[in-house]
Structure formats: structure tokens, C-alpha cells
């Protein structure tokens, strides 16, 4: 049986993994690329990575750590994809194919639109057809204006003229592979999936809809897979400052039956080279 | 038995997106891995692995561009090299392919290539899946009935001969997971990002003699 994923969203900020509030303040959180190996060896099912950079200034500042120093976004791709043997999807400024071309080369195995996607529906219907649906993400971020959900572009700061609904059921006509589902204003706040929104657009579409923002406890996992069809919970934050976090997240869901890989599979012992 | 020293493996680089991925695994598991397109890097490999996301026919057509069919051919069908073709990869061996049109395949393992019927589930099949082991297979040396591992794709290769089926996972249906007949290989899924049982699985590929 096809188990729900517990997926890792790295946000990278000018080179640097951030911790993000409401789309609007960020905390520094180091190195991006040492991250993805941890999230890798404890087992998430896939990563998510995010470049919110709004400028174009790309510097880890890793004099201290015996790394080169990484100035752009492919290349902490290319050191990212390197380390890691789980999906990694990247997202984040991406405007044209050859953007996508570029990621999916250096190691990528999704890539994730949002803006362009809203700026020109045909793009995700483009980019389908050349490097298949199952490599297209469109994601999705959603704020409550005036009480109804309107879907936003710009990394939060434009309004679309989309409700959620709409623009899944868009996407999906457009050959998207999946959809991940971000609520601003649960982003960073820890108090729980926006779970109406999740029930709606995953009620609304037949393709993986992966839930985001707002996931503060392993219970709130709990609660999105109980009470939508959302095919994967996903967070950021809560993973970042717990050891062992993701294997522990699992675990939780695991001995309370949900449907999700087993946590002892992870146990096993790193092989080493392997000898023929 | 063959030392390690005298295996090679190819990855073939056709311009499929994840070669890179299937190309870093390798080099953690073995000494003498080549990325490459170029006939003397085939004809001097022992293993030969077709990595693959994308559709059936940009796949085939792909592979034409490149002029090399005829000289994998040449390696896997007369001189019986391993072969492992992953993901598309391994549907583009089927004779036919129903991906958006029909396309002719490889027709090195007899099948017909479609869209999973579901019933309802949601397309892609995406994420992680457990398999049914058919009959025992050198690839699966080690991995126990059960593990998960990493599937994204939406079509199915539709083997001719179920006997040439070693694994299923099921999704709506089931479908083939592992096919192998002879010296030819393949998997629906990514070992490649399937954590340590998708090493295990590369790392038994590299063991065959």
C-alpha cells in the first residue's frame, strides 16, 4: 500500500536556511546544505526546498567549515543532490524551462513553480510536456483576505484572482504532478494545519495535494491525515529544532496506525562500501 | 568470482533528468562509474544502467538523437551485459508505449506500456510503496518482502509474460515492479532515492557475474 509522505520544506534565504513567519520574518537557521543530509539520514520521505531570495545575492559565509563557499542557487543544488538519496524538489524563482532544465541537471528530481505558473497557466502545460507531470509541483499559497481564502503570488505579496479551488483544478488541467498547499497565515505559527482549506482543494483534485503551514505538534500530522485527502504533511519549522525529528515524527503517526513508512526501517546500519 | 576491480558500470547520459541522482549513488557504491553517452565508454563497461524520468516516446526519441541504440544493442542483446534500465527506463524496454500517442519501445522484454488504472487514486502514483515478490531474483538478495520504496510515475508496463515479472506493488492495480529476463533489468521505481533499500538493490546489480 502507498504510504502518506512526511516531507522536510528547507527555506533558503540569500544562501542561508531561514526560519519564516507569516511569509514576512525570517530567522537564520546556517548551513542549507549539511541539513538536507540530516533530514536525508532520518529518514523524511522527500525534501522540499525553497529559494525565497528576493534579490540575487547568494553567500553562505562557510569560511569556517572547510566548504567552498556557494554564490548560487545551482550550485547549492549540485551540493545538496549530492548528499541526499531521498526526492528533493526545488522551488523558487523559476521563470523559464531552461530554469527548470538547469535545477532538474544538477540533481533535482522536482522542481515547484508558483508565480510563473499564475503569471502564465500555459508554462505548467509547457513544462509537463517536455519533462513529464511527475517532476511539475505546482505550489499553491493561500491567505484568508476579507474571510475568504484568495490565492497569492510574489512569494505571499500579490493577490491572484484565483480562489484555491479554481487554481488547483487549473493546474491539474495543465498537467501539474502535485500540489503543495501552503496557508500563510498559519506559516510559522505552530497552532495547526488550516484543515478547511486542506479538505477543500484536496476534495477538489486527483492529484497529490501535500499539506503545509502551520504544523506545531506530531498530532497536527494527525489531525490533516484524519480529516483530508491530503496525500503528504509537510513542515519546516517544528523539524529544524528537534534531534531526530522527522524519525520521531514518524514513529508518533506509526504506532497510532497511520498509513506511513515504518520508523524502524531507518535503524538499520549504514553500509559501507559495498564489497563485491 | 569476478573482483571488484574488473567491474564497470555506465550510466547512460541521454539527457534524462535524474542521471545525475543515479549517477551519485553509484559512486558511493562503487569504484568505477562512468556518466556517458559515448560508444568506447559502453563497449568498456560491464554494467550498463539507463536511468529515466519523462515520457515514453521523448525517452525513445532521445536515445535516437544520440545514435546509440545500436550499439546498446549490441552490448546488451549479443554480448549479454547487465542491464538495468530504472523508472522509464525500464518501460521503454516494452515493445509499445501508450504515452500521450503510441510509440515503439525497445522490445527487449515483451509488453505493452499504459496508464495505471487507479480506480479513483490519484495520478502520479507518488511515493512510497511496498512490493510482492513473484519469484526469487539476484536483485532482491537481502531486502525483505515489504520494504518500501520510492515510485513516480503514472504508467505501467504490461509484461507479455507474467513469468518475466519478479516483484508487484499495487496501486489501484497491480502492476510490475521488477521485471528481469536473462540479463536485462527493470525496476518501476527509483532506487536511486529510495534510502538503503534502493542501495541494496544497486549494490546487488553490481554483484551479478
Given at each position: ?5 512526511i ?6 534565504k ?38 525565497i ?61 508558483n ?46 484572482s ?78 529544524q ?30 553500509d ?5 | ?16 533528468g ?20 559515448m ?57 509499445e ?65 507474467t ?47
Amino acid at each position: 500500500m502507498k504510504k502518506n509522505r512526511i516531507i522536510t520544506v528547507l527555506l533558503l534565504k540569500n544562501g542561508f536556511l531561514v526560519q519564516s513567519r507569516l511569509f514576512s520574518r525570517y530567522q537564520n537557521l546556517g548551513n542549507p546544505v549539511t541539513s538536507v543530509k540530516r533530514f536525508s539520514d532520518w529518514a523524511a520521505d522527500e525534501l522540499i526546498y525553497l529559494d525565497i531570495t528576493r534579490d540575487n545575492v547568494y553567500d553562505m559565509h562557510r569560511d569556517d567549515l572547510g566548504h567552498p563557499n556557494r554564490n548560487n542557487i545551482i550550485e547549492i543544488i549540485s551540493d545538496a543532490a549530492r548528499k541526499c538519496y531521498i526526492p528533493v524538489t526545488f522551488g523558487g524563482r523559476i521563470r523559464t524551462m531552461e530554469d527548470i532544465e538547469t535545477r532538474l541537471a544538477n540533481g533535482a528530481d522536482k522542481i515547484s513553480i508558483n508565480t510563473k505558473a499564475l503569471d502564465s497557466p500555459l508554462f505548467i502545460k509547457e513544462a509537463s510536456r517536455e519533462f513529464g507531470s511527475q517532476c511539475i509541483v505546482v505550489s499553491i499559497d493561500v491567505k484568508i483576505k476579507e474571510s475568504s481564502y484568495v490565492v497569492m503570488s510574489n512569494g505571499g505579496r500579490t493577490a491572484a484572482s484565483y480562489d484555491p479551488i479554481r487554481w488547483a483544478k487549473t493546474v491539474e488541467e495543465n498537467g501539474a504532478g502535485e500540489i503543495l498547499l501552503n496557508s500563510i497565515d498559519r506559516d510559522g505559527a505552530g497552532n495547526g494545519y488550516d484543515i478547511d482549506l486542506l479538505h477543500s482543494v484536496s476534495n477538489a483534485v486527483n492529484i497529490p495535494v501535500i499539506a503545509c503551514g502551520g504544523a506545531g505538534t506530531w498530532e497536527h500530522f494527525a489531525e490533516a491525515l484524519d480529516k483530508t485527502r491530503v496525500d503528504a504533511v509537510a513542515a519546516a519549522n517544528i523539524f529544524q529544532y528537534i534531534d531526530q525529528s522527522v524519525y520521531l515524527a514518524r514513529k508518533y503517526l506509526f504506532d497510532k496506525g497511520y498509513n506511513v513508512r515504518s520508523p524502524d526501517l531507518m535503524l538499520e546500519k549504514e553500509d559501507s562500501r559495498a564489497i563485491l | 568470482m569476478t573482483m571488484n576491480s574488473d567491474k564497470k558500470v555506465c550510466i547512460i547520459d541521454y539527457g534524462s533528468g535524474n542521471a545525475r541522482s543515479v549517477y551519485n549513488i553509484f559512486q558511493s557504491i562503487h569504484p568505477f562509474v562512468k556518466l556517458s553517452c559515448m560508444p568506447d565508454d559502453i563497449e568498456d563497461a560491464t554494467h550498463l544502467v539507463l536511468p529515466g524520468v519523462g515520457a515514453f516516446g521523448a525517452t525513445m526519441e532521445k536515445l535516437k538523437t544520440l545514435s546509440i541504440l545500436g550499439i546498446l544493442e549490441k552490448n546488451v542483446l549479443k554480448d549479454k551485459k547487465h542491464f538495468l534500465g530504472i523508472c522509464v527506463g525500464m518501460q521503454i524496454l516494452a515493445g509499445e508505449g501508450m504515452e500521450h500517442g503510441v510509440y515503439k519501445g525497445l522490445g527487449w522484454i515483451p509488453g505493452t506500456v499504459k496508464i495505471i488504472d487507479t480506480r479513483g487514486l490519484c495520478l502520479p502514483h507518488v511515493g512510497w510503496n511496498n512490493f510482492k515478490m513473484r519469484r526469487d531474483n539476484a536483485l532482491l538478495e537481502g531486502i525483505n518482502q515489504g520494504t518500501d520504496f520510492y515510485y513516480v510515475h503514472s504508467y505501467q508496463f504490461e509484461a507479455s509474460d507474467t513469468k518475466d515479472v519478479v516483484a508487484t506493488c499495487e496501486y489501484g492495480v497491480e502492476f510490475a515492479a521488477i521485471i528481469n529476463v536473462e540479463n536485462i533489468y527493470g525496476v518501476q521505481f527509483h532506487p536511486e532515492k529510495s534510502q538503503k533499500a534502493g542501495k541494496r538493490l544497486l549494490q546487488n546489480f553490481m554483484r551479478l557475474t
